[in-house]
């Protein structure tokens, strides 16, 4: 929200108010698809480099993920490896990235 000024109008003493412009900006894609384990349990938990290699193979240079971390729950934090590859773009192969976590 805009912050407001009030100050008091010279000629009649009512006051008005002045709006600070909003700047339009463009939000950038998520770069980090988050996939949750509830579903899906794996029994042990490689680790991340070891999923991040794995992913990389199954996606077949069509997309590629930088890292793999954890969340505080458990779920798997997928994060892309180029600007133009988005979480969204990485969601659209969510079944071969299952099939290459949990094989």
């Given at each position: 929200r805009?912050r407001?000024?009030?100050?008091p109008h010279?000629?009649?003493?009512?006051?008005?108010?002045?709006?600070?412009?909003k700047?339009k900006?463009?939000?950038?894609?998520?770069?980090r698809?988050?996939?949750?384990?509830?579903a899906?349990?794996?029994a042990?938990?490689?680790?991340?480099?070891?999923?991040?290699k794995?992913?990389?193979?199954?996606?077949?240079g069509?997309?590629?993920?930088?890292?793999?971390?954890?969340s505080?729950?458990?779920?798997?934090?997928?994060h892309a490896?180029?600007?133009?590859?988005?979480a969204?773009?990485?969601?659209?192969h969510?079944?071969?990235?299952?099939?290459?976590?949990?094989?």
């Open positions: 805009a407001t000024h009030s100050r010279q000629h009649t003493g009512q006051t008005t108010r002045q709006r600070s412009a700047p900006q463009r939000t950038a894609p998520s770069t698809l988050v996939m949750e384990l509830s899906r349990q794996i042990k938990k490689p680790h991340p480099d070891a999923l991040c794995a992913i990389n193979s199954a996606l077949d069509r997309l590629a993920v930088s890292a793999v971390s954890t505080r729950n458990g779920n798997l934090i997928l490896s180029s600007p133009a590859c988005t969204h773009a990485l969601a659209a969510h079944t071969l990235i299952w099939k290459s976590v949990a094989p």
